[in-house]
């Protein structure tokens, strides 16, 4: 019998928990990429150790697209058994779960496996390449995105525990990052920078003063202290506020979802330096 070939990278720690992918699942859900995909197959990639935010992958991107497909993939072989035996709970009812969850499990890394040589619309690789070094991570995203469809997208970063600081980036077929978002719970938010330690590991270390991601996170946290007039008025409007004065200066997007307590800004304008 043939080998079957050694998926590619390292184990993660497995954290996980419920709701906490939340933020960035939502935000996929709004993407063209998903939307307007002539097959929206999806790999949530590093699933960790419960099938939980995988099957919660599914049920908000089907609300959007009822004939979604999400395939987790995970490098340890135990987290896929156990995935296994949670989805056999949901097929048979047991779970808040539709029973009919378009969702399976398999063995499988950075090579993004997948049956037929099937190629996914969306790679959500959340909280994985956290553990590696930052010189790693152009290797990570060539190997997944060459696994995409052409308008297909990679959406690889870091979040908290509670899911309430999340920051990721999106990544084209051509393993080129197209935009950051930062995402944040805004109640009880004291500065915007809280993100920095949640940012994706291709930027976590340049957090400093020189480099442009320093720069963008000290111009929200700036914008934001300038609002504080406004808190009366509540959370969101202060951070809409803060917003639109960073908008003068930086390139963001995303307006519809600040009141979210999300912002996304164009890649090149806080891209690494040198």
Request: charged share 25%.
């Amino acid at each position: 019998m043939p080998s079957v070939p050694r998926p590619v990278g390292r184990s993660t720690r497995g954290t996980t928990g419920t709701n906490r992918l939340r933020r960035v699942d939502r935000w996929i859900a709004r993407t063209a990429t998903l939307r307007r995909a002539a097959d929206p197959f999806v790999v949530d990639l590093g699933f960790g150790a419960s099938a939980v935010t995988t099957l919660e992958l599914e049920a908000r991107l089907r609300g959007v697209r009822p004939d979604v497909e999400v395939l987790g993939l995970e490098i340890d072989p135990e987290r896929v058994a156990r995935a296994d035996a949670q989805l056999a709970d949901v097929r048979a009812g047991a779970t808040p779960f539709r029973a009919d969850a378009r969702v399976a499990f398999a063995r499988g890394g950075f090579e993004v496996p997948a049956p037929g040589g099937r190629r996914p619309a969306v790679v959500r690789a959340m909280n994985v390449l956290r553990q590696y070094d930052e010189g790693e991570v152009p290797g990570a995203w060539a190997r997944m995105t060459s696994r995409l469809t052409p308008d297909g997208m990679l959406v690889e970063g870091t979040c908290d525990e509670l899911g309430r600081i999340a920051a990721w980036v999106a990544v084209g077929p051509d393993a080129r990052p197209r935009t950051l978002t930062v995402s944040l719970r805004l109640a009880g938010l004291e500065l915007p920078s809280i993100a920095a330690e949640r940012l994706p590991k291709a930027l976590i270390h340049r957090n400093v003063p020189g480099e442009p991601v320093h720069g963008f996170l000290a111009a929200l946290d700036r914008e934001w202290v300038r609002a504080a007039p406004l808190a009366p008025f509540g959370p969101v409007h202060r951070w809409r506020s803060a917003l639109e004065a960073v908008s003068r200066t930086w390139p963001v997007s995303g307006r519809g979802r600040w009141r979210l307590g999300e912002v996304t800004v164009a890649w090149d304008a806080v891209a690494p330096r040198g």
